[in-house]
């Protein structure tokens, strides 16, 4: 049996994806979701195979995730959030929450849940992250997202 060796440039051509994107910090969540639809379409995706929904909060983003997951018509889902650090141990709990679930996302449905949430203790650090110093983490879960729906494919 020959190994399936994933391809080194990501194609979306015959992809179809959802982005779901928390409104919570909704100017750097707004920033990581024009880099994820950026991505797609360098990757040769076509905008009319782009469902892009809206979540509440990170919390949230695993609820609607697995209802997009779910869709016969979805191949991967880009899941786009940020938390910040605050004076409790909320903000752990939430990253742990929505990292667990789409990883249940992912095995239940063979589909790739790309985690595009920004876990940040500064501000700075998560505006650096959405488009600025240290890139897009939009852009980058995205990428995730297709290169491993193209496998996945491959190997169906």
Known sequence: MQPVVPSTAVNARSLRIAIVTSTYHGDL?????????????????EPSKLRIVKAPGAFE???ISRAAAA??????????GCV??????HDRHICEA????????????????AFGLLTCQT??????????AKGNK?????????GAAQTIKELQ
């Open 123 to 132: 501000l700075a650090q998560a505006q650096a992250r959405a488009g600025g």
């Open 29 to 45: 969540t707004s920033a990581l979701e024009r880099g994820a639809v950026k991505a797609f379409e360098q990757a040769g995706g």
């Open 98 to 113: 929505v990292a667990h679930g789409l990883a249940l996302i992912s095995i239940e449905f063979g589909k790739p849940a």
């Open 71 to 80: 869709r016969s018509d979805i191949d991967a889902v880009v899941a786009l």
């Open 84 to 89: 910040l650090t605050g004076e409790t141990s």
């Open 138 to 146: 939009g852009e980058e879960a995205m990428r995730a997202a297709i």
């Open 61 to 63: 983003l695993v609820a």
